[in-house]
């Protein structure tokens, strides 16, 4: 299994972005595409869900209201929308297989992407 994540970059506060995990070589028994970051000095936390057999997603409590996981038609494709990026927001942003939803990063037993660093700064 591959994981790509892409979309990162600098953004100045208040900005917005798109992240995108292009997944390659998963099986239909981990259809769990889950993001989390990491900042420096900072355990990785988890964000977003979502589970392609129906679409449904899951947000951690403290990242409602600011993220959006999405999906394309074929599932080869997971996005995160952010909105009003702050500077705290700024890490690197994984995307990881399962076999089950979980925004608990020590909880995923699957595949991990390489992350794509997200810096916000004025």
């Known amino acids: 299994v591959q994981l790509q994540a892409s979309g990162g970059g600098s953004v100045q506060p208040g900005g917005s972005l798109t992240l995108s995990c292009a997944v390659s070589?998963?099986?239909?028994?981990?259809?769990?595409r889950g993001w989390y970051r990491q900042a420096p000095g900072k355990n990785r936390e988890g964000i977003a869900c979502i589970n392609l057999k129906d679409s449904t997603t899951y947000y951690a409590d403290h990242m409602k209201g600011r993220f959006a996981i999405s999906r394309d038609n074929a599932g080869d494709t997971v996005y995160l929308q952010i909105y009003g990026l702050q500077p705290e927001d700024s890490a690197i942003y994984y995307c990881a297989t399962d076999v089950r939803c979980t925004t608990r990063p020590d909880d995923v037993f699957g595949a991990w992407g390489q992350g794509t660093q997200v810096t916000v700064s004025s």
């Open positions: 070589g998963a099986t239909s028994a981990t259809p769990a």
